[in-house]
């Protein structure tokens, strides 16, 4: 149940029975929100809703050999990419995240420290969205591991962003840069002498130590990039901003591509979208194609596409605390999404990110 932290049929090396990991768990992480009236240790967690609020709920699986592996996530970024996945859901409907729901589906040969470290990265996160994390789950599986996470937030009745509210003539910004965690994925694989198969590839396979830090050689930018991928940082502050103050008009996060993603916007609206590829936010590559690639259909990146009645435009500047807001181009009535080239050559743009269903 979702306050309940069942360890049935651990072995010692993780703990040694259930009331200790709720006693370990319960020590990192105080419940300090007023509005928490019950948290880990009991069949539920109990919480109030502000008056005035909606309550926002996502759910994110990580999954081991998909999501991440032994071999190039440390336990900290597992635990750090398991609630990055839904905080930055929540930033893509402009709320604030409020609580979080951890399940863990771990093997009996996972050692205790790989558990310590996975919620060092995870409640260190926390902490940093002031995330209260009241519950979960874990049980034991003959593998692979396996994550859930949970997140509630909270925003004002009738503020929240929705993928279906782009119009013709909206204009197209993206926050941030795109391509930097496929990058940083392609790197780390090379490090680890795996060969890259694309910048969409998440079935990663090697079982081997998992890397302490980040390759002594690496220039500043590809250091970057592998920060990118281990640690994102999703764009909560963005997402209620320009919520808050109606900028927006439609939203999502880019967590499969921006080509898939920017797909599900225009299908949800019902819409179109004109891309100029040369404004686009992209990796520093010698290959701009293969730049232009990463940064299409990459994914992991968890930075916000959004559309704005170009009347409000001139309200938004350049940068968001630092984030760079790129315009990119324009939603079109046609609903067709058009990659726009500097040479004048236009093309379909199809779909090209990470999809579970895809073969």
Known sequence: MPG????????EPMFGNETEFVRWLRARVPERDPRLKLGIGDDAALVGLPQGHELILTTDLSLEDVHFTTALHPPR???HRALARSLSDVAAMGGTPRYALVSLALTRGTPRAWVEGFYKGLLALARTFKVSVIG???AVVPGPCMIDVIVAGEIPRRQALRRAGARPGDLLYVSGRLGLSA???RLLRAARGGQDTGPAARQMRPKSEAPSE?????????????????????QCALGRYLAARRLATAMIDLSDGFSTDLRRLCEASGVGARV?????????LKDPGDSLQLALHGGEDYQLLFTVDPRRALRLTGRF??????????ITRARRIILHHLTGHEETLRPGGFDHFRE
């Open 4 to 11: 309940d932290v069942t360890l049935a049929g651990v072995a």
């Open 77 to 79: 970024s597992v635990g």
């Open 136 to 138: 979960g789950d874990t």
């Open 183 to 185: 990058l940083g994925l």
């Open 214 to 234: 980040l390759p002594d050689a690496a220039p500043a930018s590809a250091r970057e990039a592998i920060q990118a991928h281990l640690y994102p940082q999703p």
């Open 276 to 284: 100029r590829a040369e404004h686009l936010p992209q990796p520093d």
């Open 321 to 330: 605390r630092g984030v760079p807001l790129r315009l990119i181009g324009e």
